[in-house]
């Protein structure tokens, strides 16, 4: 049975990104601090289709693997696909290059309608205005069975909690404190929500811990 998984770095005080998102800053104002922890492996460099005998090894090299497995779809918000407000202008093809590191059809909440993207590599970005349900329902016909991966950010994982489509979450806490920006739980309604731990694991710069997500009531 296909499940919905999220996965997410978010900053010791709760934020998916920080401050002031746009086309230049995409991550917000010192967003990109998130993921220090992932930019040095060498899996980082693979997964972008690059080469990094230098790149380190360590637990959250496994972690990251382990995202990819079982997975046939996955779904994105707006703002990891493009940054900004309004509509892209152009062209736009969004901040993953020719070859995005994902190899499955990708479906981007949003308001603003597009045809679908093809790009390298299999992945091919499908454009939804219907809102969180229809993008689960096309993702999860196009999984086939196997699990949707949930991207991100903090918005598009927070809709998906509040409305109890999420089967698991696991986020990569960092030691980064922004002050402000796209907070992961504000707003969530926590009657609702029973988070069962399945796994931790500590690695330089970051703690991954994974959670079932179990509906009450």
Do not use: C
């Not at 790149?55 to 693997?65: F, H, K, L, M, P």
């Not at 349900?133 to 699990?147: I, M, P, Q």
């Not at 796994?199 to 991954?208: K, L």
């Amino acid at each position: 049975m296909s499940r919905l998984r999220a996965t997410i770095s978010i900053s010791l005080d709760g934020f998916g990104a920080g401050p002031d998102q746009s086309l230049e800053t995409p991550l917000g104002v010192g967003g990109e601090r998130l993921h220090d922890w992932a930019t040095g492996l060498a899996v980082f460099a693979e997964m972008h289709g690059e080469d990094n005998p230098e790149g380190e090894v360590n637990a959250s090299s496994d972690v990251i693997r382990g995202w990819w497995d079982n997975v046939g779809a996955g779904i994105m918000g707006r703002n990891m696909f493009g940054g900004g407000p309004g509509p892209w202008e152009g062209d736009w093809r969004g901040w993953w290059g020719d070859d995005p590191p994902y190899h499955v059809p990708v479906f981007v909440l949003t308001h603003h309608p597009r045809e679908p993207l093809k790009m390298e590599g299999d992945t091919t970005f499908h454009f939804v205005t219907g809102g969180i349900e229809e993008a689960l329902e096309r993702a999860t016909g196009a999984a086939d069975g196997k699990d949707v991966w949930l991207m991100g950010g903090a918005s598009a994982i927070r809709q998906y909690l509040e409305a109890g489509l999420l089967d698991e979450i696991e986020i990569s806490l960092t030691p980064v404190l922004l002050g402000g920006g796209e907070s992961l739980f504000a707003g969530v309604d926590a009657s609702g929500v029973e988070l069962e731990q399945a796994r931790a694991v500590e690695a330089p710069g970051v703690t991954h811990l994974k959670y079932r997500v179990n509906r009450v009531g």
